[in-house]
């Protein structure tokens, strides 16, 4: 069955670098999704794709993070200056269209020193 | 906006016994999805069952199955003949609509332990 992949499993990046957390989405998925978790607490969805833009973003969003589908498979979010409180779990999801539902990939674990 | 609350942090059952878990909704929208996703301690998130909100038929799959009522706006999620392998955190989740990126929107989610 495939599925969405998300690398790396772990990463950990000092506190005001940059860091890029990939994705590869279900092939034939039109709609990709990022969401956080950080620990101890409930997901929360950050921003939606479609159609090579933002359809959707949340508050968390804010001009620190960036999404971007560079070669039509990857679909990759950007931190431009990570802060402590970035440190939580990162999901990629994708999903086919209509009335599919979200495929999740394992998640990235951010950690923030 | 759309909210879903799950009112019980932590739950526990016998091995083989069943357990239900909470979960309410609110919002204005007539055509929508729930899902119910268990995450294991490896924190993956894995797609355990999902209901239509234009389907009055409540969904099963194997051993969980839901009991959705749409005008009280609950969705609860019944484990039976409970496994080992079910101890994980349960989420409740939203998805609006029927075009658009649709998010999904969690609940705070669920502890579920069993006991040998």
């Known amino acids: 069955e495939p599925e969405v992949t998300q690398t790396p499993s772990h990463q950990v990046t000092q506190m005001g670098q940059e860091v890029i957390l990939r994705c590869v989405p279900i092939?034939?998925?039109?709609?990709f999704y990022w969401y956080r978790q950080i620990l101890g607490q409930k997901v929360e969805f950050l921003v939606s794709f479609y159609n090579n833009e933002i359809s959707e973003k949340s508050e968390i969003f804010d001009d620190q993070f960036s999404v971007e589908r560079p070669d039509g498979s990857n679909f990759t979010l950007k931190i431009r200056s990570t802060k402590l409180e970035d440190s939580a779990m990162y999901f990629c999801a994708s999903r086919a269209g209509g009335r599919q539902p979200q495929h999740f990939g394992d998640g990235t674990r951010l950690s923030i020193l | 906006a759309q909210t879903v609350t799950q009112s019980q942090p932590e739950m526990s059952v016998q091995e083989a016994e069943t357990v239900t878990l909470s979960c309410t909704y609110d919002t204005s929208e007539s055509d929508y999805y729930l899902f119910w996703y268990k995450q294991p301690p490896s924190r993956q998130m894995i797609l355990v069952i999902r209901q239509e909100a234009y389907k009055q038929q409540n969904a099963t799959e194997n051993r969980f199955s839901v009991n959705f009522q749409k005008a009280a706006k609950s969705f609860s999620l019944k484990i039976s003949d409970s496994q080992l392998g079910d101890a994980a955190m349960y989420f409740c989740a939203y998805r609006g609509g029927v075009q658009g990126a649709q998010k999904l929107v969690f609940g705070q989610g669920t502890r579920l332990t069993i006991n040998p």
């Open positions: 092939s034939n998925h039109l709609y």
